[in-house]
């Protein structure tokens, strides 16, 4: 088990690398550390359903976008909202979400979303699997607008036990975080966020998600990220202390529609 205090070497021995320039910055970028904002809180709802109800899917989350998360985010109880279709990677068809900066402003809105056309919706009903997860973040950042068929991309990497998940998201900051704003000053990607797990047990490895939104699908054809070869043996064997699938992250593709206030 990894101790805090192999943590915490391998967090100064990033950031070190940081600092003297071994680790590969944005052109012209400072070379500091990375401050974390006030958190953000996200829900997801997962879904898996027969191909042929996907239509069926796509009205039924337009609908609750509409009457449900575009108010909320209206009277200022969220930041950000929209639904998900898997193209390749995930568990998942489908997926919708809410993003506050409050958990109870995240946690009020299942109920308020499950009650149109929620459980007792046929549509729905013909889900074969369903589930939620809650995540946080820190770092983080997006375009006021809406996007309709975007790209989004999202890895995950799974924590070492004994490791907290929230250190290894402080950790990996340092190094994606200037890649990610100089990709969204360039405006390649309109939102990304570095996401750790609400919930996980002893038994299930905590998570760090990185996840990104691309307005094109020549936007997403623009990333190389992540990309083992670019982040040099230092950053990987920082990785390496911490994650344990560091060389073959859990990817998804999805399909979204996004609006951020």
């Given at each position: 088990?990894?101790?805090?205090?192999?943590?915490?070497?391998?967090?100064?021995?990033?950031a070190v690398?940081v600092?003297?320039?071994?680790?590969?910055?944005?052109?012209?970028?400072a070379l500091?550390?990375?401050?974390?904002?006030?958190?953000?809180?996200r829900y997801?709802?997962?879904?898996?359903?027969?191909?042929?109800?996907?239509?069926?899917?796509?009205?039924?989350?337009?609908?609750?976008?509409?009457?449900?998360?575009?108010?909320?985010?209206?009277d200022?109880?969220?930041?950000?909202?929209?639904?998900?279709?898997n193209?390749?990677?995930?568990?998942f068809?489908?997926?919708?979400?809410?993003?506050?900066?409050?958990?109870?402003?995240?946690?009020?809105?299942i109920?308020?979303?499950d009650k149109?056309?929620?459980?007792?919706?046929?549509?729905?009903?013909?889900?074969?699997?369903?589930?939620?997860?809650?995540y946080g973040?820190?770092?983080?950042?997006?375009?006021?607008?809406?996007?309709?068929?975007a790209?989004?991309?999202?890895?995950?990497y799974?924590?070492?036990?004994?490791?907290?998940?929230?250190?290894?998201?402080?950790?990996?900051?340092?190094?994606?975080?200037?890649?990610?704003?100089?990709?969204?000053?360039?405006?390649?990607?309109?939102?990304y966020?570095?996401?750790?797990?609400?919930?996980?047990?002893?038994d299930?490895?905590?998570?760090?998600?990185?996840?990104?939104?691309?307005?094109?699908?020549?936007?997403l054809?623009?990333?190389a990220?992540?990309?083992?070869?670019?982040?040099?043996?230092?950053?990987?064997?920082?990785?390496?202390?911490?994650?344990?699938?560091?060389?073959?992250?859990?990817?998804?593709?999805?399909?979204?529609?996004?609006?951020?206030?």
């Amino acid at each position: 088990m990894l101790n805090r205090a192999e943590l915490g070497s391998a967090m100064a021995g990033l950031a070190v690398l940081v600092v003297s320039g071994m680790i590969a910055t944005p052109a012209g970028s400072a070379l500091t550390a990375v401050q974390a904002k006030p958190p953000v809180y996200r829900y997801e709802a997962f879904w898996v359903f027969p191909p042929a109800r996907s239509p069926d899917v796509d009205k039924i989350s337009a609908a609750a976008n509409q009457k449900v998360l575009a108010p909320a985010l209206a009277d200022g109880g969220l930041v950000g909202y929209g639904d998900d279709k898997n193209l390749a990677g995930g568990g998942f068809t489908h997926s919708n979400w809410w993003q506050a900066t409050s958990l109870p402003g995240v946690l009020k809105l299942i109920d308020a979303f499950d009650k149109h056309d929620g459980s007792s919706s046929p549509q729905l009903a013909s889900a074969t699997e369903h589930w939620g997860r809650l995540y946080g973040s820190r770092y983080y950042n997006w375009k006021a607008g809406s996007w309709k068929g975007a790209y989004g991309y999202r890895f995950a990497y799974n924590v070492k036990p004994g490791v907290a998940p929230r250190d290894v998201a402080d950790m990996l900051s340092t190094y994606y975080v200037p890649i990610l704003e100089k990709l969204f000053a360039d405006g390649i990607i309109v939102q990304y966020e570095i996401d750790t797990e609400g919930v996980h047990s002893a038994d299930s490895p905590g998570q760090v998600i990185v996840s990104l939104v691309a307005p094109s699908a020549e936007d997403l054809d623009k990333l190389a990220f992540p990309v083992s070869d670019n982040e040099g043996p230092m950053i990987e064997a920082a990785k390496a202390s911490v994650i344990t699938n560091r060389d073959s992250p859990h990817v998804e593709y999805v399909r979204v529609n996004v609006t951020y206030k």
